[in-house]
């Protein structure tokens, strides 16, 4: 089993920016994203059943969407109005079997996101 995430880099507060990650070698059922930022615990941010119910962080509420293609097997993060304390390194997490992303079974590499002020 394999995520392999991309999408992230430097953008300026404001902007946006699109996280991806590929799943293979097995279907998943919840799958999403988290972050952790320098001196922090790493945080969920948004998650995503195979169904398409989707969960948030309160933080990112209305700026940030999550999508997937189970086609595909991979999943999206859309950054919208990032702001600088967005800036974090991003990973990506499925689960295999659960609906939720509390505890999941993979995670992908991390891709570092930066917005300036």
């Known amino acids: 089993v394999q995520l392999q995430a991309s999408g992230g880099g430097l953008v300026q507060a404001g902007g946006s920016l699109r996280l991806s990650c590929a799943a293979s070698?097995?279907?998943?059922?919840?799958m999403g994203w988290y972050r952790q930022a320098p001196g922090k615990e790493r945080e969920l941010v948004a998650r995503?059943?195979?169904?398409?119910?989707?969960n948030y962080a309160d933080s990112v509420k209305g700026r940030f969407t999550i999508s997937r293609d189970n086609a595909e097997n991979t999943v999206y993060l859309q950054m919208n109005s990032l702001k600088p304390e967005d800036t974090a390194v991003y990973y990506c997490?499925?689960?295999?079997?659960?609906?939720?992303?509390?505890?999941?079974?993979?995670w992908g590499q991390g891709t570092l996101v930066t917005v300036s002020s």
């Open positions: 997490a499925a689960d295999r079997v659960r609906n939720t992303l509390l505890a999941p079974n993979y």
């Open positions: 070698g097995s279907i998943f059922n919840a």
């Open positions: 995503i059943s195979r169904s398409g119910s989707t």
